[in-house]
């Protein structure tokens, strides 16, 4: 006979763990109740993003253990357009640190993964068959290669999360793109999507969960909602304040700093230029 399995789901954290999690993610006042927690939610809840790294070695077999779990992600049509670039050379790293900007955690992290959004693997292969490949040339084939790149990227997040390292994304890569394709030897039809950099918490320079918007901003049931109630914006700002406070950052909130974001092309640091250096990248667009 065999032995009676154990029950595989992960025991609920208690009651005072999981409103200390959703008042650090939210804030107390708009902290929602009646949430189904596990530890699994609860380690998504504490998602923090790290750029301070202390100098441990990473173990063994981690880049597999990561890929293996970004692999487990969905994929459209099984298409698996995606690739993984993993970078531990130092010199490497910090061509791709100039490249985004200076971010010394670029350099500091002892792996960085550069995930890539993978036209050229079905075109060879379709070139091998003699099979026609056009649809790679229409938009919606790179916005498939991008998700794929993205939803695989999330799970190796959550998997690194889960083994005690910590992780920060990498957005600045697409600053200029063209640049990461000739550092790593990209074929046409790839395009460095974002970095995601990876390895133990310096407990010296700890990270703190920063607050999200409010989800009575985010959550629509049934229709869209554009009523947008200002007392929770005003909320969000004022625990993200506090957030940036205690992260020894200007106490700039959120609105100023999202507007400024947007406010035009020169905000963008280069990638309003996305669309020509995906035609320089092989990409077709139609």
């Not at 992600?73 to 130092?90: D, G, K």
């Not at 957005?171 to 790839?190: D, H, K, S, T």
């Not at 205690?246 to 905000?267: D, I, K, Y």
């Amino acid at each position: 006979m065999s032995a009676a399995l154990s029950d595989p789901r992960p025991a609920a954290p208690s009651a005072s763990q999981a409103r200390a999690l959703l008042v650090d993610r939210y804030g107390s006042a708009e902290a929602p109740a009646g949430l189904l927690l596990n530890d699994t939610i609860a380690g998504l809840l504490s998602h923090r993003s790290v750029r301070a790294f202390s100098d441990r070695p990473l173990p063994e077999g981690l880049i597999e253990t990561l890929v293996a779990a970004a692999q487990s992600a969905p994929s459209s049509s099984n298409l698996q357009t995606f690739s993984v670039v993993a970078v531990e050379n130092p010199q490497t790293k910090a061509r791709l640190a100039e490249i985004a900007g200076g971010q010394k955690h670029v350099v500091e992290a002892p792996l960085v993964l550069v995930w890539l959004a993978d036209l050229a693997r079905l075109e060879e292969i379709g070139r091998r068959a003699g099979h026609p490949t056009d649809a790679l040339s229409f938009l919606e084939t790179l916005f498939v290669g991008i998700i794929d790149a993205a939803l695989a990227a999330q799970n190796a997040l959550v998997a690194l999360e889960s083994l005690g390292l910590g992780g920060v994304y990498l957005g600045a890569f697409r600053n200029r793109p063209v640049e990461v394709a000739e550092l790593l030897g990209l074929p046409p039809n790839v395009l460095g999507v974002f970095g995601l950099a990876i390895g133990h918490p310096d407990p010296a320079r700890p990270a703190d969960v920063k607050p999200r918007l409010s989800q009575r901003l985010v959550l629509h049931r049934e229709r869209y909602d554009a009523s947008l109630p200002q007392a929770a914006v005003e909320h969000y700002e004022a625990a993200l304040r506090t957030f940036q406070k205690g992260q020894g950052l200007p106490e700039v909130g959120w609105t100023a700093t999202a507007l400024n974001r947007v406010r035009g092309a020169e905000a963008l640091s280069g990638r309003d230029r996305i669309r020509d250096a995906l035609a320089a990248l092989g990409f077709g667009l139609r």
